[in-house]
């Protein structure tokens, strides 16, 4: 492995743990802190939640889905969702972008066989195993984003699979937040139901998967 690929290993190494200290040590505004900064912000409110969206989906355990159902709390559902999606998909394309280009030649490098047929098979079905993983996620969100970053799926497909995947999640998310003031209204049960059965999807879609975990003497998995 050339110098070059372990020293861009390095800086995305430093990086991770850099944005992983930081968030243990400053830790996140709370959510009266944040209404309050929106508030004096006027007409840039959405634009400053959005870049702080983006910035925290960075941070490699970044705590997305609170900030999902603070968009809807702090800016109702159909401009929360608007601003939730925007954010996450920007966030989630730097990250892969940033895996991507300092990562994955190390991954490679460091990795036998078995990784490179099942990275081939990811990149054979990049747009549904990265649609499958946003609608029934087994990994958090921003994890997920870098993780996919050192695979070979195409930047088009994963933002595609991106785009469309958390949308539901999004919603459900964004109308918990929105509706949350009302809980016996129809939005508010329809939101915690919707809630409910991702939770479930996700439960049997993780078990099923390491049902399927196969041996040392099994062939490479694909995706799921």
Do not use: C, H
């Not at 809980?183 to 399927?212: D, E, H, M, N």
């Amino acid at each position: 492995m050339s110098r070059g690929v372990l020293l861009k290993a390095g800086v995305l190494l430093a990086l991770v743990v850099a944005a992983v200290v930081l968030q243990l040590s400053v830790g996140l505004p709370s959510q009266a802190e944040l209404r309050s900064t929106l508030d004096g912000l006027g007409g840039w409110a959405v634009p400053a939640f959005v870049a702080a969206y983006a910035a925290i989906s960075l941070l490699p355990a970044g705590p997305t889905a609170v900030m999902t159902v603070l968009g809807g709390l702090l800016l109702g559902f159909g401009t929360g969702l608007v601003a939730v999606l925007g954010a996450a998909v920007v966030g989630a394309v730097a990250a892969f972008s940033l895996s991507r280009v300092l990562g994955r030649d190390a991954v490679r490098g460091l990795t036998g066989q078995r990784f490179a047929s099942l990275d081939e098979r990811v990149r054979d079905n990049g747009f549904a195993t990265v649609l499958l993983a946003r609608l029934v996620p087994l990994v958090p969100f921003s994890t997920a984003n870098y993780a996919f970053g050192l695979t070979s799926v195409s930047t088009r497909s994963y933002a595609a699979a991106t785009v469309l995947g958390i949308v539901p999640g999004s919603a459900v998310y964004v109308g918990v937040g929105a509706f949350g003031t009302d809980p016996g209204s129809p939005p508010f049960l329809l939101a915690i139901a919707a809630l409910v059965l991702l939770t479930v999807l996700g439960v049997w879609r993780q078990r099923r998967t390491r049902g399927a975990a196969p041996t040392d003497a099994d062939p490479a998995p694909g995706p799921g």
